[in-house]
């Protein structure tokens, strides 16, 4: 992994000054732009003692190589992740749910699962390490800031992780087309790992036979799949509704 990255967005920089501002090395401001939402975060970076540097917007666009940086650039650490043992003791003592990404290698989906997972009240993502994106200022700015909130492991023997939250009581279901049981009549109401594979071939083989559960989202219409981060936006919600029936 690089030793920084280059993080742009006022958003995302308002989410990381607020919480892990240790990340921040250095904070870029176009030196002719005015914005209320900016004087905001240049105040928020004053408090933990960061202070902008000014410069011009061409130099901001070199910097993030032409993305919509909004007029402010951070050079940050990467993030730090937790282990799995980390999210295990979040949910030891209550009814928890874990996302697990099993090689989605497009950081806008891994971006827009962080973003449904935080919002959705996921206690913690896994990743693998291998054939898969790693958490880019793609997938920060896509996850609008999520991944500097919701706890990330990231791991390089998936099957071992899944047989490890097995052990510690967690129902691994992963997401399938071809599965025989819907989402919707699956009971949910444990803790549970959610499952979802790669963009091109979904769950790897492996995977499928270490799950306690195969299942598939209903379709209603005539199109035969849904983009991943979808799917897991379903499947998270489902599984929250699920934990706070009555």
Same mark, same amino acid.
């Given at each position: ?156 023997? +998936?099957?071992?992780?899944?047989? !490890?939250?097995?052990?510690?009581? *967690?129902? /691994?279901?992963?997401? &399938? $087309?071809? =599965? ?33 559960? +195969?299942?598939?989202?209903?379709? !209603?219409?005539?199109?035969?799949? *849904?983009? /991943?981060?979808?799917? &897991? $936006?379903? =499947? ?11």
């Amino acid at each position: 992994m690089n030793k920084h990255q280059m993080q742009y967005g006022l958003h995302v920089i308002k989410v990381l000054l607020n919480k892990a501002p240790e990340r921040v090395m250095a904070l870029y401001i176009d030196q002719n732009r005015k914005d209320q939402r900016l004087d905001e975060i240049l105040e928020l970076a004053k408090a933990v003692n960061i202070v902008a540097q000014k410069t011009t917007a061409k130099t901001l666009d070199k910097l993030v190589e032409g993305a919509p940086h909004q007029g402010l650039v951070a050079q940050c650490r990467p993030i730090k992740t937790v282990s799995v043992l980390d999210l295990l003791a979040l949910i030891e003592n209550k009814t928890g749910s874990l996302l697990v990404l099993d090689g989605i290698q497009d950081p806008h989906n891994v971006g827009a699962c962080l973003r449904s997972a935080e919002a959705l009240g996921v206690d913690g993502v896994i990743l693998v390490k291998d054939r898969a994106s790693p958490i880019t200022s793609t997938v920060s700015k896509v996850s609008s800031g999520a991944d500097q909130i919701i706890p990330i492991a990231t791991v390089t023997n +998936l099957a071992q992780t899944l047989k !490890l939250l097995q052990k510690n009581g *967690l129902w /691994v279901i992963g997401l &399938a $087309g071809e =599965a025989d049981l819907s989402l919707m009549q699956c009971d949910l109401k444990r803790s549970v790992a959610l499952v979802l594979g790669g963009e091109a071939k979904g769950l790897r083989h492996l995977t499928r036979e270490i799950c306690d559960q +195969l299942v598939y989202i209903p379709m !209603l219409g005539v199109t035969e799949s *849904l983009n /991943v981060s979808v799917a &897991a $936006g379903i =499947a998270i919600y489902e599984i929250r509704r699920q934990h706070t029936q009555n």
